[in-house]
């Protein structure tokens, strides 16, 4: 596989974020992973792709991030991917690992402006900016929590876990975070404006 080019939701082509070597790659027997698993993490990479890449939007608010975080997910993942034994939650919880690393480091939200490669005709394209910019402004845990609560649609139990973090802490993450959601000036000023 010569890499995976996505496309983003506007179609337009993306990048090449995944660059591996191909059937002659630098081991014994051409392999390019340890132990014939290439097949099976390219195969993977093929599946979740979009999933991973939508994921890792909702956490850091940007595409151009968003590829970046998937893209070191995904690298970090291979190197053990012989010992995986269920691939989606340990590369789930590396992308949202990466989110957070990159959330620590780069220390400053970008502007709203940054966000219009996003931007598209439609109603639902303005709906869908507006709540990833309230998302943007909750906290990264907060954001976590809602995230894989309600774009991943895992449970309270499932979330803690991958997070490291209580079940009560869960739920009072996600509490806040909706609170917060429902109370921002960008939701409400937008939905007042409708009617």
């Known amino acids: 596989m010569a890499g995976v080019n996505p496309t983003d ?27 014939g698993m290439d ?17 890792a939007l909702l956490l850091c608010g940007d595409w151009a991030t968003a590829d970046d975080l998937v893209q070191t997910a995904l690298i970090r993942c291979e190197r053990r991917w012989h010992l995986v034994v269920e691939p989606h939650p ?12 990159w959330r620590v480091r780069r220390r400053l939200e970008a502007p709203l402006s940054a966000l219009t490669d996003l931007a598209a005709a439609d109603r639902g394209s303005d709906d869908r900016l ?16 809602l995230v894989l609560r309600y774009f991943e649609g895992l449970c ?17 993450r996600a509490a806040r975070a909706l609170t917060a959601l429902r109370s921002s000036s ?4 937008d939905l007042a404006g409708e009617r």
């Open 90 to 101: 340990y590369v789930r919880r590396a992308v949202v690992n990466a989110a957070g690393t």
């Open 9 to 35: 939701p506007a179609g337009t082509p993306g990048k090449v974020l995944l660059d591996l070597p191909g059937p002659t790659g630098n081991l014994p027997g051409g392999r390019c992973c340890p132990r």
């Open 186 to 189: 960008l939701l409400v000023s």
């Open 156 to 172: 309270e139990t499932e979330i803690a876990e991958l997070l490291g973090i209580s079940v009560g802490t869960v739920k009072s």
């Open 130 to 145: 507006l709540v990833l910019s309230a998302l943007r402004s909750l906290p990264l845990g907060q954001r976590q929590v």
């Open 39 to 55: 097949h099976d993490f390219e195969a993977y990479v093929r599946e979740n792709y979009p999933a991973l890449r939508r994921l």
